[in-house]
T-cell receptor, first 115, second 114 residues
Framework: AQSVTQPDIHITVSEGASLELRCNYS??????LFWYVQSPGQGLQLLLK??????LVQGIKGFEAEFKRSQSSFNLRKPSVHWSDAAEYFC?????????????FGKGTMLLVSP | DAMVIQNPRYQVTQFGKPVTLSCSQT?????MYWYQQKSSQAPKLLFH???????NEADTPDNFQSRRPNTSFCFLDIRSPGLGDAAMYLC?????????????FGDGTRLSIL
């Protein structure tokens, strides 16, 4: 069965500084990978996804993520954080063989942005 | 805009009193999901429908039921809510046929139990 580890429960970043959120996955093949963001009291919004091809994927709101097969990682990055980026971020892995989307989520990383 | 809509946003019920949460979608997606999310935790899948085919997760309590009368609507019924059922309930949809489709989430219903 697939699993996702987000090793950082909380991260605090100064506004304007760069950001990297870590995600490691366990899966028997090349997985489908997703990053979602959740603002307080809201649902999850898709930031970006990786299926195949270019290992650096661009998403919304200036985020990008890089798939590294050798490290089983899919870290999320942003060069300059804005206060509005403060939220919880979930990495998820999707199974390949179910015929439709089945996601396993990590436990999330809460991003705090300091002035 | 096509979207996933959950009603109500906030629901308060009494211990043991049945409650129904609703979800509708304008995306015409085959698959609809219900997740439970407790504070500072990841969403936990309760069950999902692929069209009319119902799939229950093994550890979903019997207290939780779901109905999908048509493509657009899906309901979550909690027959006898306990204090431990207080949580955010998220509905999501995805297009079927392939497993690389992303899931689209509603804004959730926050359930409180008195």
């Amino acid at each position: 069965a697939q699993s996702v580890t987000q090793p950082d429960i909380h991260i605090t970043v100064s506004e304007g500084a760069s950001l990297e959120l870590r995600c490691n996955y366990s899966y028997g093949a090349t997985p489908y990978l997703f990053w979602y963001v959740q603002s307080p009291g809201q649902g999850l919004q898709l930031l970006l996804k990786y299926f195949s091809g270019d290992t650096l994927v661009q998403g919304i709101k200036g985020f990008e993520a890089e798939f590294k097969r050798s490290q089983s990682s899919f870290n999320l990055r942003k060069p300059s954080v804005h206060w509005s980026d403060a939220a919880e971020y979930f990495c998820a892995v999707g199974a390949l063989d179910s015929g439709y989307s089945t996601l396993t989520f990590g436990k999330g990383t809460m991003l705090l942005v300091s002035p | 805009d096509a979207m996933v809509i959950q009603n109500p946003r906030y629901q308060v019920t009494q211990f043991g009193k049945p409650v129904t949460l609703s979800c509708s979608q304008t995306l015409n997606h085959n698959v609809m999901y219900w997740y439970q999310q407790k504070s500072s935790q990841a969403p936990k899948l309760l069950f999902h429908y692929y069209d009319k085919d119902f799939n229950n997760e093994a550890d979903t309590p019997d207290n939780f039921q779901s109905r999908r009368p048509n493509t657009s609507f899906c309901f979550l019924d909690i027959r006898s809510p306990g204090l431990g059922d207080a949580a955010m309930y998220l509905c999501a949809t995805s297009r079927g046929q392939t497993s690389n489709q992303p899931q689209h989430f509603g804004d959730g219903t926050r359930l409180s139990i008195l």
